[in-house]
């Protein structure tokens, strides 16, 4: 017969040991997944604080909205009426009286006030359509300067060894005479340069990361996925100016016009009397002279307000309402215009950057790497000059960083431009 017993402490240590190790080893490997376009856009939607708190405001705007369409509740009214002080009872005076009534109001711009309420909501759910378009294209944009910063920091890292190169060969040549120190010199300067660029390229991609890290916390700090995104050419500008129309942040202004149309109509609706009914019961005890007793009383009113002191009260909000009304077009018709005229500036910038990335991948790179390597074989030779070998693959180096510079920007455009024109890429 067998007992089992329980785990001893050294075993639990054990096992807490290896299962730690683990699920470190297992953070570890997620941290070193290359963090993609793609995923990050999810990371950074998913959640995003700032289009939560937009909808939760259009959510609460649409509750006022179906309260603000509701009469208010009826007023209970109890009393005694005529109940004589000087002796007495219920019975003594026929007009004594036990009163119940009901008053029901209903107050004038119910409709109206309903509407503004739904117009703030609409204005708030378009404002989270477009805080979503914004932080999405924020975040393109982020991720794709986090990828020049690591890329530019690797292309620097691997010209590095070169560089040290070019010195061991200089002072070799100096030894022998067939160079002078100040081509030594010269050398270990722009290695000294090169090590200077390593550091700030290292800053730029900790401070593109740091950016990054708003939207996606700790997941901007995984080293990114070494591959551009593959979009298409945009749309004509035509075609984009006629998709800018549907732009949600103008789809919110014009929300907003519609709640300032509302508020006028409130306004004018100040104008009208307000009415209100009142039903009562009165009750009487006793007899009338001929032995029957005293019969009850029904009454029906109607309140009617009078707004015949409207020129400092009623027509003061119509006029704030109006000029409130010019106010929220004018700003529509701004913003429309200012992105009209951010899409011209945006769709010119893309068509420029694409055929200057055109020149660089026909031309300028190939010159440029044979222009170093020229001059490099010419100083071998003993018939060029170190200075132009240096200058030569210094500004390499440079093409090669501003190639990727301006790919980076490319995208960068796209993304605004799919921002504006409510791409789906």
Known sequence: MFVRRGRTPVQITVIAFVASTLWTSFALAQQRIPLSLAEA??????????????????EAMREQAVAARQLPDPVLRVGLANYP????????????????GLRQSFPRGRAQGSKQFSARAEVYSKGADARGRDVLATVRIAWLEAYYSQKAWALVSESRPFFA??????RSMYAVGRKTQHDVLRAELELSRLDDRLIETGRQKSQAQATLSRWLGQDAHRPLAMKLPAWDTPPSLEDLRARLVSHPSIAAAEAGVSAQQAAVRIAEEDKKPGWAVDLGYAHREGFLPNGTPRSDFVSLSVSVGLPFFGKNRQDRRLAAALGSRRAARQSQAELAARLGSELDAEHARWSDLTRRLALYETQILEQSTGQAEAALLAYQSDTGDFADVMRGYIDDLNTRLEHIR???E???SYATLANLGGLEQ
């Not at 190169?165 to 200089?170: E, F, N, S, W």
């Open 410 to 412: 490319r995208a960068q």
């Open 165 to 170: 190169d070019l010195v061991t060969i200089t």
């Open 406 to 408: 301006l790919q980076v």
């Open 85 to 100: 002080i000087q002796g007495g009872s219920f019975s003594t005076e026929g007009m004594t009286q036990a009163q119940l």
């Open 41 to 58: 856009e999810d990371i950074a939607r998913a959640g995003e604080p700032g289009q939560l708190a937009l909808l939760a405001q259009s």
